[in-house]
Each structure stands twice: as structure tokens, then as C-alpha cells.
């Protein structure tokens, strides 16, 4: 946390100099659903100036059982978006195309670690999630009702979904690497009735035993009535009678006919637990009518989407990234996507190229982290690879530092694929920064400009204005469809958590500032902020210094007590493969940061190691980073902690 003084005054300093522009691509552009900035400027001047008539416009291009009365009731912070109206997301994801002239055309794309593909139809994928509807409402699972989701990337984790979605359930998806801790925390404060699990799924040549973890979990989740376990292996499983059966038991069982319920646009469709970042996870509920319209929209126009593309999004289900653009966006606008089960550098790193050219995706869509981890494997992963079948690439999950973006740009993307780096959060449901990729300009650690309808600014503490050119607080000022509506069970958590620190605001929790073009820059987390002499300083910036010096692959940086200057800057470095940790490299890594970006940001302390703790999402945890720089010790919340093999290793360093 913070102190007081470091709150005091929310400006931040800015350090980095980074002056790449890419204009779209002429070809890209010439075929793009929105074509010039002229075109994007424009739309946007249209958006925030008659958001409601803006947003019924996207809606009407779904599928509603009744119409809204009305578009926007907003009474800060609640928000109802599409008042009275009724609608299906699992019918406007499936229904819709299957009966619409798309019954043959791949809806999912799936590959699993050992190597097998499935290919599911919208034809099909609507039989299967009729037949899964049916098996939940023959376990008494009703509108409402919250079901736990705990799979692997697997068809039937999207069908679970889907089906949930179908009857008005709410689903509650549990990331498939975390331990039974995790599910324990997640099923009781949801209160779920249900969990659909599977026995194992597959993991770097591994397998993930994922039933014999509910089990475990179950111990202690005194509200769950019914366990359905899919059959991915042949793995013995221990079933419990009463509580335990079988998918395809279920399945066969079940009719085959189950119509979509007409659902009011504010119910709830889903819970989802922060990747738990900067502390404990929050449960956010997303309910049907806004998400769906907001998710569907941002797809369209981000990915610019085209009715042959293969777009494959490598976030885990158990994200929101994977919710909203593994499923639910790219569904409804009748895209295949690609669902693959593994590990990337199974059974070797190219295993993502290679997965690129069999099935010639057009559309990529992965993390910071994913991208350096690639960088720091070799060029010659990629290299081996044909990825002429790539148009579009897209990075999501924190800042990425410019030389990562243009590794992405030039050995990924061969200079000819716009990148397209998304800002936003489990809590905005959907994307709200990114360029639009035939219209706006990239520039390498900027996520540009706001979607159509956004209203970010950058703010001190009071909610005053901060000058084009400072860092501070990144808030949203208007209400947008996708927008959470509340913590599970926690409203009070809700309004003071996002909507009391800035007056009139939506906080992010985000530091970032805007350039001259309108651009935004995100600095990192305000929780994470260096006060260094009274200059406040983002992690980005002096993360993305260390990381252009050729001899490092990653860094995060944290603030420790200093008596001169306030903090002291930590620095965390993990260095490419065939370089070795010295005394004289510190020093060159001190000195690179000083001429980079000014002696005020230079790394007081630097530290190497072989991995940086990390989410299970993949993000950097610069609160445990802190708190062993600062005692020695870690005390603060690590369920979704990654490798807590890490922490020991950082330890013992420290010693
Ligand atoms: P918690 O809220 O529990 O700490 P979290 O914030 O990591 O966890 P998510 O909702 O998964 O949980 O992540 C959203 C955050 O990720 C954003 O607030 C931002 O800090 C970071 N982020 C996501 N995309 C980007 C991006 N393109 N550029 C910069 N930061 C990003
Ligand atoms: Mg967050």
C-alpha cells in the first residue's frame, strides 16, 4: 500500500521517450471495417456525444426477444443498460449463426497438448449445448442458480459455459491451475450449487488431475449438490454416488432440444474472480444484455473482424479475457476460435507457431508475458515456422515494454500485421483502449485511444484534470455497457473499492498518462508507484528501460524505504539465456538506466533471478517484491501466486 504522502499528490513523473508511430498498413486499412482515423474520429465524436443512440445501434445488430424500453438508467454507480429488454447470449453465439446459414462452419477450433483436433460446427456446438442445458436443469439448476466451471481448455469447458449462459445459470469459472485452496475461497463466497469439472487435463507433458483437486476442494464447500465430471482421458477417477456422474452419461440421457431463455438484459450471467494482482481477488458479476452488446462490438472493430478468420486467443477460460474473447465476442460475430489446451513450449517453444501454420490462424491474440518468455527462447522457434497466414496481432494483460512490442511487430508480424494492444480489466468487462487497427496509429507501448462510447481521463486525486504529457490517476467518467455491476456479495466493496477514490469517476486503479495525439500510456499500478525524492515514478517505464538492454528478458521493479530519498528503486531482473549474473553487469544495468531515462530512475538495489513472481494469469506480483524488499518476508494474500518455488529462490538470494 501506498503511505499517505505517496497519495498526496497522484501525479506521476514520466521518463520514457519513446517516438515510434506505425500508421495502419494501406492494404490492411483499405479492406478494415473502419478505415482512417478521419473515419474512427468521427464515430467517436458520435459516441460520446449521443452514447445511448451509439449503443442501440450496436445492440440492434443482435438477436432480442423483446426490445428495451429504454437505454441507459444510471444512478451512480448502478448501472442498467437496455432496460427491459430480453435476450440470450448463448442463442446469439450459437443460435443465431446455426440456424442463420452457418450450421457447417467451425465454431471451435480445439487442439490438445498430445496433439488430437476437434473441430465443432455452430451446427454442432448447438446440439451440445442444448443436450448440457438439459443436463443441468435435470439437476435442478435454475435461473440464477451459481455453478462452478473448474476445466481445461477443453470444447466442452466452452459448452459448460455456453449452457449456463442458456438457461439463465450463473457460471463462476475457475482457472484449472489452481489448487484446491482456490475453489474452496470461490465456490463458498458464490455459493455454488454445482461444479462441472473434468478428470484430468494435459500440462507441459503432465498430467492435471483436475477432478481429484474438486474432491479435495469439496471437502469444504458445504453447498455443492452435484459434481459433473467430462471424461478427457482414461485416467481413473474416484466418483462420489450421490454427488458424482459422468458428462457423457449425462448427455446421452438428455433431450436434444432445449430453447434459449429469453433472459432479462440485467441478469447476472456470470461471476469472476481478479487475477489478484495487488491483493485478495474480487468476484465481479457481468450481467447479459450490456456485456453481450459491448463484447460483440469491441470484437467487430478491434479485431476487425472478417467472416474467414481463424482468430485464436490463448488466454485461459479461467480469465476474463478468455470469457469475453475466447467465447462470448467472437461467437456472437460467427467466428471460428481456436481453443488450445497446453503449454506453449510443449513439447518444445514452437509449439505456438506450429499451431499458427497447421491451422492458419489470422488473428492472434496473447500477453506481455507470453511475448517475452518467446523473446527469451529464440528467434528460431518462430523462425521455423510459416506465419504468412497472420493479419492481426493483439496483446492484452499488462503494460508491454516498446522493445517487446516491436520483437512482436518485426519477428511475429514481419512489419506487415498492426498490433493492437487492449487495455482493460476484469472489472470493464470488455476492451476500452486499443487502436483500431485500419484507423489509428500504433506506437509501441501505447494502447492508444479509447473504443467507441469510452471516456477516459487522467486525474489527481481530486479529480482534477492532469496536463497531456503528466502521468496520473487513469479514471473512466461515463458508464459503459459491459461495466461490472457489483462485487458478489459485496456492494459496499464495490463503491469503495472503484467508485469513492476520484470523485465522480470510475477508478482503475491505474496510473497512465496522455501524449500530445491523444494516445494513452499506461505507467503501471498506482499501488505500485515509486516515490523517489517526491518524483513519482510508474514500474513501466523503468521496467521497460532494463528490459531494451540487450543482455536482459524481463524486470519488475518495486520501492523500498529509503531515509534520503524517501524509496529506494529495487530492481528484479531476470537476464537472456547466455549471459551470467556479475557485478559488473549491475553496474552496466545502473548506468543503462541513467542514460535511458535519467539518473532519478537509476535501480539503487538490482537483483537477479531466473523468474519474477507471477499470477497465474501471467502478471507480474510486485506487492510480494515489495514486501521482501522492505522485510524480507511475505505476508500478503498468495492463492493466485503461480510458483511459490519463486518466492524460496528470491529468498535464499536475498540471504
Ligand atoms: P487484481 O485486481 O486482483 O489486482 P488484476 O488487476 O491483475 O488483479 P485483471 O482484471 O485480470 O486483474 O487485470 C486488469 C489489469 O491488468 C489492469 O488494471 C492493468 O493493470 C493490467 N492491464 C491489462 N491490460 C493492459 C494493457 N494493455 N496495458 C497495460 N496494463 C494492462
Ligand atoms: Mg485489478
Given at each position: 500500500?501506498?503511505?499517505?504522502?505517496?497519495?498526496?499528490?497522484?501525479?506521476?513523473?514520466?521518463?520514457?521517450?519513446?517516438?515510434?508511430?506505425?500508421?495502419?498498413?494501406?492494404?490492411?486499412?483499405?479492406?478494415?471495417?473502419?478505415?482512417?482515423?478521419?473515419?474512427?474520429?468521427?464515430?467517436?465524436?458520435?459516441?460520446?456525444?449521443?452514447?445511448?443512440?451509439?449503443?442501440?445501434?450496436?445492440?440492434?445488430?443482435?438477436?432480442?426477444?423483446?426490445?428495451?424500453?429504454?437505454?441507459?438508467?444510471?444512478?451512480?454507480?448502478?448501472?442498467?443498460?437496455?432496460?427491459?429488454?430480453?435476450?440470450?447470449?448463448?442463442?446469439?453465439?450459437?443460435?443465431?449463426?446455426?440456424?442463420?446459414?452457418?450450421?457447417?462452419?467451425?465454431?471451435?477450433?480445439?487442439?490438445?497438448?498430445?496433439?488430437?483436433?476437434?473441430?465443432?460446427?455452430?451446427?454442432?456446438?448447438?446440439?451440445?449445448?442444448?443436450?448440457?442445458?438439459?443436463?443441468?436443469?435435470?439437476?435442478?439448476?435454475?435461473?440464477?442458480?451459481?455453478?462452478?466451471i473448474y476445466m481445461g481448455?477443453t470444447?466442452e469447458l466452452?459448452?459448460?459455459?455456453?449452457?449456463?449462459?442458456?438457461?439463465?445459470?450463473?457460471?463462476?469459472?475457475?482457472?484449472g491451475?489452481?489448487?484446491a485452496?482456490?475453489i474452496?475461497?470461490?465456490?463458498?463466497?458464490?455459493?455454488?450449487?454445482a461444479v462441472i469439472t473434468q478428470d484430468v487435463s494435459y500440462r507441459?507433458?503432465g498430467e492435471v488431475r483436475l477432478k481429484a483437486t474438486v474432491d479435495e476442494a469439496l471437502k469444504?464447500?458445504?453447498?455443492v449438490?452435484h459434481v459433473v465430471v467430462y471424461k478427457r482421458s482414461d485416467a481413473a477417477v474416484e466418483m462420489k454416488s450421490g454427488r458424482d456422474q459422468w458428462w457423457h452419461e449425462l448427455?446421452?440421457?438428455?433431450?436434444?432440444?432445449?430453447?434459449?431463455?429469453?433472459?432479462?438484459?440485467?441478469?447476472?450471467?456470470?461471476?469472476?474472480?481478479?487475477?489478484?494482482?495487488?491483493?485478495?481477488?474480487?468476484?465481479?458479476?457481468?450481467?447479459?444484455?450490456?456485456?453481450?452488446?459491448?463484447?460483440?462490438?469491441?470484437?467487430?472493430?478491434?479485431?476487425?473482424?472478417?467472416?474467414?478468420?481463424?482468430?485464436?486467443?490463448?488466454?485461459?477460460?479461467?480469465?476474463?479475457?478468455?470469457?469475453?474473447?475466447?467465447?462470448?465476442?467472437?461467437?456472437?460475430?460467427?467466428?471460428?476460435?481456436?481453443?488450445?489446451?497446453?503449454?506453449?513450449?510443449?513439447?518444445?517453444?514452437?509449439?505456438?507457431?506450429?499451431?499458427?501454420?497447421?491451422?492458419?490462424?489470422?488473428?492472434?491474440?496473447?500477453?506481455?508475458?507470453?511475448?517475452?518468455?518467446?523473446?527469451?527462447?529464440?528467434?528460431?522457434?518462430?523462425?521455423?515456422?510459416?506465419?504468412?497466414?497472420?493479419?492481426?496481432?493483439?496483446?492484452?494483460?499488462?503494460?508491454?515494454?516498446?522493445?517487446?512490442?516491436?520483437?512482436?511487430?518485426?519477428?511475429?508480424?514481419?512489419?506487415?500485421?498492426?498490433?493492437?494492444?487492449?487495455?482493460?480489466?476484469?472489472?470493464?468487462?470488455?476492451?476500452?483502449?486499443?487502436?483500431?487497427?485500419?484507423?489509428?496509429?500504433?506506437?509501441?507501448?501505447?494502447?492508444?485511444?479509447?473504443?467507441?462510447?469510452?471516456?477516459?481521463?487522467?486525474?489527481?486525486?481530486?479529480?482534477?484534470?492532469?496536463?497531456?504529457?503528466?502521468?496520473?490517476?487513469?479514471?473512466?467518467?461515463?458508464?459503459?455497457?459491459?461495466?461490472?455491476?457489483?462485487?458478489?456479495?459485496?456492494?459496499?466493496?464495490?463503491?469503495?473499492?472503484?467508485?469513492?477514490?476520484?470523485?465522480?469517476?470510475?477508478?482503475?486503479?491505474?496510473?497512465?498518462?496522455?501524449?500530445?495525439?491523444?494516445?494513452?500510456?499506461?505507467?503501471?499500478?498506482?499501488?505500485?508507484?515509486?516515490?523517489?525524492?517526491?518524483?513519482?515514478?510508474?514500474?513501466?517505464?523503468?521496467?521497460?528501460?532494463?528490459?531494451?538492454?540487450?543482455?536482459?528478458?524481463?524486470?519488475?521493479?518495486?520501492?523500498?524505504?529509503?531515509?534520503?530519498?524517501?524509496?529506494?528503486?529495487?530492481?528484479?531482473?531476470?537476464?537472456?539465456?547466455?549471459?551470467?549474473?556479475?557485478?559488473?553487469?549491475?553496474?552496466?544495468?545502473?548506468?543503462?538506466?541513467?542514460?535511458?531515462?535519467?539518473?532519478?530512475?537509476?535501480?539503487?538495489?538490482?537483483?537477479?533471478?531466473?523468474?519474477?513472481?507471477?499470477?497465474?494469469?501471467?502478471?507480474?506480483?510486485?506487492?510480494?517484491?515489495?514486501?521482501?524488499?522492505?522485510?524480507?518476508?511475505?505476508?500478503?494474500?498468495?492463492?493466485?501466486?503461480?510458483?511459490?518455488?519463486?518466492?524460496?529462490?528470491?529468498?535464499?538470494?536475498?540471504?
Open positions: 500500500m501506498p503511505s499517505p504522502d505517496l497519495a498526496a499528490n497522484s501525479n506521476l513523473s514520466s521518463t520514457l521517450r519513446e517516438n515510434r508511430v506505425f500508421a495502419p498498413p494501406e492494404e490492411f486499412a483499405a479492406k478494415a471495417h473502419i478505415r482512417d482515423l478521419a473515419e474512427y474520429d468521427a464515430l467517436y465524436q458520435r459516441s460520446i456525444e449521443d452514447p445511448e443512440g451509439f449503443w442501440a445501434e450496436a445492440a440492434g445488430e443482435l438477436d432480442w426477444f423483446t426490445p428495451w424500453t429504454k437505454v441507459l438508467d444510471w444512478n451512480e454507480p448502478w448501472a442498467k443498460w437496455f432496460v427491459g429488454g430480453r435476450l440470450n447470449l448463448c442463442y446469439n453465439c450459437v443460435d443465431r449463426h446455426a440456424l442463420g446459414g452457418k450450421k457447417d462452419k467451425t465454431a471451435i477450433l480445439w487442439e490438445g497438448e498430445p496433439g488430437e483436433v476437434r473441430r465443432l460446427t455452430f451446427g454442432e456446438l448447438h446440439e451440445q449445448v442444448q443436450r448440457f442445458a438439459n443436463v443441468l436443469l435435470g439437476l435442478g439448476i435454475r435461473k440464477g442458480d451459481r455453478v462452478a481448455m470444447p466452452a459448452v459448460a459455459v455456453l449452457a449456463c449462459a442458456r438457461i439463465g445459470a450463473v457460471h463462476s469459472v475457475i482457472f491451475g489452481f489448487a485452496n482456490a474452496v475461497d470461490r465456490v463458498n463466497d458464490a455459493e455454488c450449487i507441459r507433458g469444504h464447500c458445504p453447498t449438490k448427455m446421452a440421457a438428455a433431450g436434444a432440444e432445449c430453447p434459449a431463455e429469453p433472459l432479462d438484459s440485467e441478469d447476472p450471467l456470470y461471476i469472476l474472480y481478479t487475477s489478484g494482482t495487488t491483493g485478495k481477488p474480487k468476484g465481479l458479476v457481468h450481467t447479459t444484455g450490456g456485456y453481450a452488446v459491448q463484447t460483440y462490438l469491441t470484437s467487430k472493430y478491434i479485431f476487425d473482424l472478417r467472416d474467414q478468420d481463424v482468430y485464436w486467443c490463448t488466454a485461459d477460460i479461467g480469465w476474463v479475457t478468455g470469457h469475453s474473447y475466447v467465447i462470448y465476442g467472437i461467437l456472437q460475430n460467427g467466428i471460428t476460435t481456436l481453443m488450445y489446451e497446453g503449454a506453449p513450449n510443449y513439447p518444445d517453444p514452437g509449439r505456438f507457431w506450429k499451431i499458427i501454420e497447421e491451422h492458419k490462424v489470422s488473428v492472434f491474440y496473447t500477453a506481455p508475458t507470453a511475448i517475452r518468455a518467446f523473446i527469451k527462447w529464440g528467434d528460431e522457434y518462430p523462425a521455423a515456422h510459416n506465419l504468412d497466414s497472420l493479419r492481426l496481432l493483439g496483446t492484452v494483460g499488462e503494460p508491454i515494454n516498446p522493445e517487446a512490442w516491436m520483437w512482436y511487430r518485426e519477428v511475429i508480424g514481419k512489419g506487415r500485421c498492426p498490433i493492437v494492444d487492449t487495455w482493460w480489466q476484469t472489472e470493464t468487462g470488455a476492451i476500452m483502449l486499443a487502436p483500431i487497427p485500419g484507423a489509428v496509429a500504433a506506437k509501441p507501448g501505447s494502447a492508444t485511444k479509447p473504443f467507441f462510447g469510452i471516456v477516459p481521463e487522467i486525474v489527481n486525486k481530486d479529480g482534477g484534470p492532469v496536463p497531456a504529457g503528466q502521468g496520473g490517476l487513469l479514471v473512466i467518467r461515463k458508464p459503459w455497457p459491459s461495466m461490472a455491476r457489483t462485487i458478489y456479495g459485496d456492494a459496499d466493496r464495490y463503491v469503495k473499492q472503484y467508485w469513492t477514490e476520484v470523485p465522480g469517476s470510475y477508478f482503475t486503479g491505474d496510473g497512465a498518462r496522455m501524449d500530445e495525439d491523444g494516445c494513452y500510456w499506461l505507467m503501471g499500478r498506482v499501488d505500485d508507484v515509486i516515490n523517489v525524492s517526491g518524483h513519482r515514478l510508474g514500474t513501466m517505464e523503468v521496467e521497460s528501460a532494463l528490459v531494451a538492454h540487450p543482455k536482459v528478458a524481463e524486470a519488475a521493479v518495486v520501492g523500498r524505504p529509503d531515509a534520503m530519498k524517501g524509496q529506494a528503486i529495487a530492481a528484479f531482473v531476470t537476464i537472456e539465456s547466455g549471459h551470467e549474473p556479475s557485478k559488473d553487469l549491475k553496474d552496466e544495468l545502473r548506468a543503462w538506466v541513467a542514460k535511458e531515462i535519467g539518473a532519478l530512475a537509476r535501480p539503487d538495489d538490482i537483483r537477479f533471478t531466473d523468474s519474477l513472481p507471477k499470477t497465474r494469469s501471467g502478471k507480474i506480483m510486485r506487492r510480494l517484491l515489495r514486501e521482501l524488499a522492505t522485510h524480507g518476508e511475505i505476508k500478503g494474500d498468495t492463492t493466485t501466486l503461480e510458483d511459490f518455488s519463486v518466492i524460496a529462490r528470491l529468498r535464499e538470494q536475498d540471504e
